[in-house]
Nanobody, 111 residues
Framework: VQLQASGGGLVQAGGSLRLSCTSS????????MDWFRQAPGKQREYVGT???????NYADSVKGRFTISRDNAQKTVYLQMNNLKPEDTAIYYC??????WGQGTLVTVSS
């Protein structure tokens, strides 16, 4: 199974983006899917998780601004990012509970 992240781009502070993580295989039985991010010169950090049940969990830094959802029919997990801040600038990665990583998509937030 491979994961492909997409949807990154350049956005002004306060704007929104929606990232997608599409799997080459079914995600219906995957226990959970995560999003991580890595800012320039920093370590990769946790963003959030969606469980197979649909329950979600978020890092404090994005709570209330980011929303993770999943569409099993489309084999895709989404990361809706609202009220973006310059400190959200990073490469965003998705990961499955099988520890498969997508290739990352760059999000740049200008002030």
């Amino acid at each position: 199974v491979q994961l492909q992240a997409s949807g990154g781009g350049l956005v002004q502070a306060g704007g929104s983006l929606r990232l997608s993580c599409t799997s080459s295989g079914s995600i219906a039985s995957v226990d959970y899917m995560d999003w991580f991010r890595q800012a320039p010169g920093k370590q990769r950090e946790y963003v959030g998780t969606i469980l197979r049940t649909g329950m979600t969990n978020y890092a404090d830094s994005v709570k209330g601004r980011f929303t993770i959802s999943r569409d099993n029919a489309q084999k895709t997990v989404y990361l809706q990012m609202n009220n973006l801040k310059p400190e959200d600038t990073a490469i965003y990665y998705c990961r499955s509970s099988a520890n498969t990583w997508g290739q990352g998509t760059l999000v740049t937030v200008s002030s």
